[in-house]
């Protein structure tokens, strides 16, 4: 398998890769072309030449991650067939350690809080500058590029725009706006779109092994949304809490039922954040006690002047439920929204495929009771409360806000 096989619907930016992957090989080996031969090229380099620092954009569940990966494990790849089939085997040393995350030279950065610091940033700018310890490129993956603070952006600029010789920056973002201008000039842009769902459903069966009806359904009702079709195929708390979400409109009749069902969206959410921290929060508060030379078990006592490392670990993990517990009211949301798409659908006799094609009865009853107008007016006020829980309104507040509007839409 190469390394591209993950890559679902991205042809264009496949060939785009793989042919900058064979001058980033050239420019290694040194056989590359007397225009393609300085170390360090810059954002500037024209067709599929290589350069430090690019900037891959697309919706949710495009793959922006996996393309990045994929790239990432390319430019490692060590096979001795590269100069024939080109770089990205799949099987070599280099490309398998960098899919899984234990190449020396690749670094995969995501985070599971709100934001990404100045502090981390300078930790990644400083390893950035260090030459490759055994692979071919010092490679940084940035999976969450959107999340870097004003100042955590400022201080990557620098790097992005004083590139070491062999470094190679690799940013994701949802879009271009997600990032600071004066770093996306300095990057080549690549932007993925939402594959189709046969494509999503086609890869479920083959590297996941689900089954291809429920394959076909996963990717039909996540509009195509890679992670999330994996999550529902796999998941059956996510099925039934996708479930859940798709009869809130049967249920806001009155304004009773409008809080009611805006209070079980958030507990909803808080479940799925309570359950993170079941998985990961003791683990790693046993971890550091261990560490920090705490005895086994919960009630052994930490020595002195280690309450600090405890007090931020705690906060971190804060940090991670809230963003948990928001990452999971928007997939809420976005049920939500595609939900009223069939709708629209169905009002407007379009041809195009009902994604929630298991909650049909719902469907028509809605399209039947409403007009177009209404169902747009449904979808805005689902839209509007993303973008105040993105400016930090209280969820419950901007929920009961967005039911009520589903009412009276």
Same mark, same amino acid.
């Given at each position: 398998m190469a390394v591209w096989d993950d890559l679902v619907g991205q042809d264009r930016v496949q060939e785009q890769l793989a042919a900058a992957a064979r001058d980033a090989d050239a420019l290694v080996t040194g056989v590359a072309s007397a225009t393609a *031969?300085? $170390?360090?090229?810059? $954002?500037?380099? *024209? =067709? /599929? *030449?290589?350069?430090?620092?690019?900037?891959?954009? =697309? $919706?949710?569940?495009? =793959?922006?991650? &996996?393309?990045?990966?994929?790239?990432?494990?390319?430019l490692q790849c060590v096979s001795p067939d590269r100069a024939f089939n080109g770089p990205g085997c799949g099987f070599c040393d =280099?490309?398998? &350690?960098? #899919? %899984? /995350? &234990?190449?020396? !030279? %690749?670094?995969i950065v995501r985070t599971d809080q709100l934001s990404i610091g100045v502090k981390e940033t300078r930790d990644l700018v400083r390893r950035a500058q260090l030459s490759p310890a055994t692979g071919r490129w010092q490679v940084i993956v940035l999976e969450d590029a959107d999340r870097l603070t004003e100042g955590a952006g400022n201080v990557l600029l620098k790097a992005v725009e004083e590139p070491a010789p062999r470094t190679v920056w690799l940013l994701c973002a949802p879009s271009l706006e997600d990032v600071l201008p004066t770093i996306r000039s300095r990057c080549r842009l690549l932007t993925l779109r939402t594959p189709p769902p046969a494509a999503v459903a086609d890869l479920l069966v083959r590297r996941d092994g689900i089954e291809p009806e429920l394959a076909t359904q996963a990717a039909r009702a996540t509009q195509g949304h890679i992670g999330r079709a994996r999550r529902l195929a796999t998941d059956e708390r996510a099925r039934a809490r996708r479930a859940a979400v798709l009869k809130v409109p049967l249920r806001v009749d009155d304004i009773g039922g409008c809080l009611k069902a805006a209070q079980e969206l958030i507990d909803a959410a808080g479940e799925d954040a309570k359950q993170v921290a079941e998985e990961v929060d003791t683990k790693e508060t046993e971890e550091l006690r261990a560490a920090l030379g705490a005895a086994a078990g919960t009630g052994g006592r930490l020595p002195r002047g280690t309450a600090g490392a405890m007090k931020e670990l705690q906060d971190r993990q804060k940090r991670r439920a809230t963003r948990t517990q928001r990452d999971s009211l928007d997939l809420a949301l976005i049920d939500l929204t595609g939900f009223y798409r069939d709708v629209l659908a169905l009002q407007? /006799?379009?041809? %195009?495929?009902?994604?929630?094609? !298991?909650?049909? !009865?719902? #469907?028509?009853r809605i399209a039947s009771a409403s007009r177009p107008e209404r169902t747009l007016r449904r979808i805005e006020a689902i839209i509007e409360c993303r973008r105040a829980l993105d400016r930090n309104v209280s969820p419950l507040l901007a929920v009961e806000a967005m039911t009520v509007a589903l009412r009276a839409g």
């Open positions: *031969s300085s $170390p360090a090229p810059g $954002p500037a380099s *024209s =067709g /599929g *030449s290589m350069t430090h620092a690019w900037l891959f954009t =697309g $919706p949710p569940g495009s =793959g922006r991650s &996996t393309a990045a990966r994929a790239f990432a494990a390319a =280099g490309c398998h &350690t960098s #899919l %899984v /995350g &234990t190449h020396a !030279d %690749v670094e407007l /006799g379009s041809r %195009v495929e009902i994604a929630n094609i !298991d909650a049909r !009865d719902a #469907l028509e």
